[in-house]
């Protein structure tokens, strides 16, 4: 089981699990409500709030305590005694009651709800809570019975209550003194006598709780973190069933290839000149009066740079060789973007170039 509850994340494959749990693992158990969590803090943290709450409102609770029985008795001798009189009564005290105290239980639970969303964040999920087979079958609840975590819970428990109990004795013994003093005091002495001894106690008692409940969620989140690892064939599956099969994936890749590829090829009769380097890369230029710059429509090496030479050869298209300009086109520019300002002088020249020659041939 995990710490949140439920099944382990993975079943054992018989390798040794060594990498960190993927964030897609972290989700998938996350959406099974198996996350980090220790219960000790939630119960340090209400049991704190509900002692601070009371003490806060002590006064306020005593005093209406006070007046609802006092109300209770005098409005008792008052009435008639009948059964509707008396449920009436009682009603009315129960109501009186809640409305006194339902804002201390209002603080406790929003104390409990906050304390556990600071641990695990904000979190729905009904999966938890589904029918599962393996929680009636009687074997596995035997399993699960004397499980190593029903081992560590029940030593974790036991540690809880030795150290609790062995605080709450110490402060007992340390005030023993005082307590036998007090024999012969009066009622108001021996009352705030005890008012503040079991202040003291429990506040000694919530501190050694506190250090427990840090301690627990520490391991928790240990716990938690190495259930979560994972073989590094569940990594390789992860990855298969997320991104699909490596050879298909590949086969895609080389389809895509492909298909720009042939559409970068149906440009290259729209070049005004294709630049050479000579055989190893072609750089193939569209210009048209109104264009800011010339367009890179394609480019290539060594096969790809011979198809572009005989397509542009085909369709009439200039083809002129220029080394450096080649590789700078090359390095420079991708398919489909302007060449920079820093290569028009030289781009301007092949063009200039490219034109005389057309206009010898009409002429």
Not at 86 to 99: H, I, P
Not at 156 to 176: C, E, F, H, P, T
Not at 212 to 217: K, S
Request: charged residues 25%; without cysteine; aromatic residues 8%.
């Amino acid at each position: 089981m995990l710490p949140g509850g439920g099944s382990e994340v993975a079943e054992d494959t018989g390798q040794e699990r060594t990498e960190q749990a993927t964030q897609r693992r972290r989700e998938e158990t996350r959406k099974r409500g198996q996350v980090a969590r220790s219960t000790e803090i939630n119960s340090a943290v209400i049991l704190f709030s509900s002692f601070v709450v009371l003490l806060i409102f002590r006064e306020h609770l005593l005093g209406g305590f006070r007046e609802i029985i006092t109300g209770y008795f005098s409005g008792s001798a008052a009435i008639e005694l009948t059964p509707d009189s008396v449920a009436n009564l009682l009603m009315s005290v129960m109501y009186r009651y809640f409305m006194l105290i339902w804002p201390v239980f209002a603080v406790i639970a929003a104390t409990g709800v906050a304390v556990n969303i600071l641990q695990v964040g904000l979190m729905a999920t009904s999966e938890p809570l589904a029918p599962k087979l393996d929680k009636i079958n009687p074997f596995s609840g035997m399993k699960r019975l004397f499980s190593r975590r029903s081992l560590e819970t029940l030593l974790r428990d036991i540690l809880k209550i030795v150290v609790v109990g062995w605080i709450g004795y110490s402060a007992v013994k340390g005030m023993m003194g005082e307590i036998l003093s007090m024999t012969g005091s009066s009622a108001p002495q021996i009352i705030a006598f005890t008012g503040k001894s079991v202040f003291s106690i429990a506040m000694k008692i919530l501190m050694g709780y506190a250090v427990l409940a840090i301690l627990d969620y520490a391991f928790q989140r240990w716990d938690y973190e190495n259930s979560m690892m994972m073989t590094r064939q569940e990594i390789r599956e992860e990855l298969k069933q997320s991104e699909g099969d490596p050879l298909l994936r590949a086969r895609v890749r080389s389809v895509q290839r492909e298909m720009a590829r042939r559409r970068m090829m149906e440009q290259v009769p729209e070049a005004a000149v294709v630049i050479t380097n000579p055989t190893e890369i072609a750089v193939a230029l569209k210009y048209e009066a109104g264009m800011p710059a010339p367009i890179v429509v394609a480019k290539g090496r060594k096969f790809i740079a011979e198809k572009i030479r005989n397509i542009a050869s085909e369709h009439g298209i200039p083809i002129v060789e220029n080394v450096s300009l080649a590789q700078a086109l090359y390095k420079a520019v991708e398919i489909g973007r302007h060449i920079p300002e820093d290569l028009f002088t030289a781009v301007a020249e092949v063009l200039a170039y490219v034109y005389q020659l057309k206009d010898k041939r009409i002429g």
